[in-house]
């Protein structure tokens, strides 16, 4: 059954991790980045990306609002360590992650927002690499995320300026009138963005409570059509 969009908006603001592509795109980096080097035999690098992921787990296990940016931070600090992350490599395995990873009609749908005349944006509370990799790959406008910190090439970590769903919806507010603005997310840190929105989709991979806070709820985005525009 089909699921129509209002018309009159002006922007389309989308998550990007189990939102636009199903799993955490950062952690895609980390596995790619951990088979290279245990193709490698590289012992030292494989022992540090493994203290690393169990940083994170204990991160994620303690649970708070900004976890998920907390455990991001604390992996590719242990990356940095290693000093084998690039600018251009993290790019091309992100690539990589969001071609492989995209969820069913989710590059047609942002297609359709375009044009439909809104501004699209992918903002994430994970790496703006990614976004960046996402935009290059859906055709949106724009990207916000948290920034990598780079010396001389290499890449040594991440700065964080968004931790929580709030900070993300001060970030897109810069950019866009979010009560024009069609948002589409998956979990409680798109909910600010979500109720601030002039409409909100749960996406396929949406949770039970998100669905809830939603205007719409949809399991592909093949399902979405706009109403027409008015003369």
């Excluded at 290059?136 to 724009?142: E, N, R």
């Excluded at 919806?169 to 600010?192: C, F, K, Q, S, Y």
Aim: net charge neutral; glycine share 10%; proline share 2%.
């Amino acid at each position: 059954m089909k699921s129509r969009i209002p018309a009159g908006l002006k922007y389309a603001v989308f998550d990007l991790d189990n939102t636009l592509v199903e799993g955490r795109v950062a952690s895609y980096i980390g596995k790619s980045y951990f088979f290279r080097e245990l193709f490698g035999l590289r012992i030292g690098h494989l022992y540090k990306g493994w203290k690393g992921m169990k940083s994170v787990k204990e991160i994620l296990k303690e649970g708070g609002e900004d976890a998920e940016a907390r455990g991001m931070e604390a992996f590719m600090g242990v990356l940095g360590e290693t000093r084998i992350a690039t600018w251009d490599s993290i790019y091309d395995y992100a690539k990589k992650a969001v071609e492989k990873h995209e969820l069913p009609g989710a590059k047609e749908f942002v297609g359709k927002c375009k044009n439909n005349g809104l501004q699209t944006y992918i903002a994430t509370l994970g790496l703006l690499i990614s976004a960046q990799a996402a935009r290059d790959y859906f055709g949106a406008d724009a990207a916000r995320g948290n920034s990598l910190i780079a010396e001389n090439g290499i890449i040594r970590g991440v700065k964080l300026t968004m931790k929580t769903g709030e900070d993300r919806l001060r970030e897109v507010r810069t950019i866009a009138n979010v009560n024009e603005a069609l948002v589409v997310g998956n979990d409680r840190l798109d909910w600010p963005l979500m109720d601030a929105a002039g409409f909100s989709v749960a996406a396929p991979l949406a949770d039970e409570e998100t669905k809830k806070r939603a205007d719409i709820t949809i399991t592909d985005f093949r399902e979405l059509e706009f109403e027409p525009r008015k003369v």
